[in-house]
């Protein structure tokens, strides 16, 4: 069974500053790896996936993450935010089987 | 390309109805998962169809059940509603080959606000 720990429920930075959304996760089997994000009132967004090939990879919107198998971790970052980027994070996981496993979830909150 | 859409975007019940939930998946898409997030919580799956049959359950009871018609679109039921089935219901949609990969992506719609009171 796979299970994914978000370690900040909530995260507050001011705009044009850097910021680390910490996501682990525990499989006993090969992941695959996914953020997404919500935006209030909203279904959620893809944001970023790790399948194969390079460990860190990176999104449209300038957020990247790295896969770390030793630490079994897949943080999420970005070295400069908007005020845009509000929204609630979610870090997935899926192993061998049909489903997501999400996390709970960090809330970004980006002030001027 | 047409994304994933739901209907309806609210609904209030009161507990012991009945509701059906709709989804249609994105254009090309034959493989539709669905997911209840409670508020404050991550999503958590509730089933998944692939070319009609169920092809995985999460750890919810048999009231919750599920359809996915030809063209791939698909309704989740909830018999004998619970005060604790009050949550969003998210329907995504993946997969375009011949089996369930577990690299497909899922796309997710907007979702359905249900409340039960």
């Known amino acids: 069974a796979q299970s994914v720990t978000q370690l900040d429920s909530q995260v507050p930075v001011f705009e044009e500053a850097p910021v680390e959304l910490r996501c682990n996760y525990s499989?006993?089997?090969?992941?695959?790896l996914f953020w997404y994000v919500q935006y209030p009132n909203q279904g959620l967004q893809l944001l970023l996936k790790?399948?194969?090939?390079?460990?860190l990879v990176k999104s449209i919107n300038g957020f990247e993450a790295e896969f770390n198998k030793s630490q079994t971790s897949f943080h999420l970052r970005k070295p400069s935010v908007h005020i845009s980027d509000t929204a609630e994070y979610f870090c997935?996981?899926?192993?061998?089987?049909?489903?997501?496993?999400f996390g709970k979830g960090t809330t970004l909150s980006v002030s001027s | 390309e047409t994304g994933v859409t739901q209907s309806p975007t609210h609904l209030i019940k009161t507990r012991g109805q009945q509701v059906t939930l709709r989804c249609s998946s994105q254009?090309?898409?034959?493989?539709v998962s669905w997911y209840q997030q409670a508020l404050g919580q991550g999503p958590q799956f509730i089933f998944q169809?692939?070319?009609?049959?169920?092809?995985g359950r999460g750890n919810f009871p048999p009231r919750f059940s599920g359809l996915q018609f030809p063209n791939y679109s698909s309704e989740l039921n909830v018999n004998a509603l619970e005060l604790d089935d009050s949550a969003l219901y998210l329907c995504?949609?993946?997969?375009?080959?011949?089996?369930?990969?577990?690299?497909?992506?899922?796309?997710f719609g907007p979702g359905t606000r249900l409340t039960v009171l």
């Open positions: 790790y399948l194969s090939g390079s460990t």
């Open positions: 995504a949609s993946s997969g375009q080959g011949s089996s369930v990969a577990s690299t497909d992506t899922q796309y």
């Open positions: 169809y692939y070319r009609e049959e169920e092809n």
């Open positions: 997935a996981v899926r192993g061998g089987g049909t489903a997501l496993i």
């Open positions: 254009s090309g898409h034959n493989t």
């Open positions: 499989s006993s089997v090969s992941v695959y």
